[in-house]
């Protein structure tokens, strides 16, 4: 019989595993007989913790799939996922809901801010609901990590795209996750605002520790992770670690089938 092992939930990894996410063997598949489709097909793998990774492939992929299943927001149809050493598989909706509230946070293309409420307000929603109390030295850090000092007074419609996204970062990061996902997270802004709320992801991991993974169309956006996963098919075909924009878009044009011409593009795409 296994004993459950109590990991701490702040102050370093202590005694949690390499590992923030796993899946094993996972498959989704919507639908059955001859119109069933594998959105899924057999994935295995594992998403490093304190580290930034994306999730890249054409339309179809899976991409936004695996990350909903990592996530606990889509089941699946077989395997496993793990949360640390919590296997959330098979978790009852509560616990399921409970877990995606404590323990991890969300940044969506959408920014989902309530309107009647200010930025500080939105940023510590998640926290008043769960009846948390904000650690005051964190949240001052994370504010100052992701510039909204001088906003946190404004609502939503006092906000540009890109500072509404700043306090969307900001709740994510506030109360600590193990993980953060974000589903396009830069989609809705212009490449200067998406260049921003990159670094600040990018910060994140550096100076905070946080683990992010995300899923982008995007090579520039992908270049800010330590590592690119490739999908195509439901599969996990290939990877990149410390890309360049340059080598993510080469990796891209294979999949779509269109090999780049230059040989020196090619050579510097290959990395051991």
């Known amino acids: 019989m296994t004993t459950a092992v109590t990991i701490p939930r702040h102050g370093g990894a202590g005694g949690r595993t390499v590992a923030a996410a796993r899946a094993r063997q996972v498959v989704k598949a919507y639908g059955a007989g001859e119109t069933r489709v594998l959105a899924l097909d057999g994935v295995d793998v594992d998403i490093a913790r304190g580290r930034f990774t994306a999730i890249m492939g054409p339309s179809g992929s899976g991409k936004s799939t695996l ?45 989902n801010l309530l309107p009647t409420l200010s930025a500080l307000e939105n940023i510590t929603l998640p926290m008043d609901i769960a009846g948390r109390k904000p650690e005051g030295q964190w949240l001052e850090r994370v504010v100052e990590t992701v510039g909204l000092g001088g906003r946190l007074k404004h609502r939503p419609s006092q906000l540009s795209g890109g500072q509404q996204q700043r306090v969307a970062v900001a709740r994510a990061l506030a109360a600590r996750p193990e993980i953060i996902f974000g589903d396009e997270p830069t989609g809705n802004l212009d490449s200067r605002a998406g260049a921003e709320i990159l670094g600040f992801l990018r910060r994140s991991v550096d100076e905070l520790g946080q683990t992010i993974v995300m899923v982008t169309h995007d090579p520039v956006a992908a270049a800010y992770a330590d590592r690119v996963l490739y999908l195509a098919d439901g599969r996990i075909v290939d990877e990149t670690h410390d890309p ?28 051991s």
């Open 244 to 271: 360049t924009a340059d080598q993510v878009l080469e990796r891209m044009l294979r999949f779509s089938g269109d090999q780049p011409r230059t040989p020196r593009s090619e050579a510097r795409g290959r990395r």
């Open 67 to 111: 990350m909903h299943c990592l996530a606990g927001l889509d089941t699946v149809t077989s395997g496993q996922i793990f949360l640390d050493d919590t296997e959330i598989t098979g978790l009852k909706d509560k616990k399921l809901t409970q877990l995606r509230r404590d323990r991890i946070g969300f940044i969506f293309q959408a920014f």
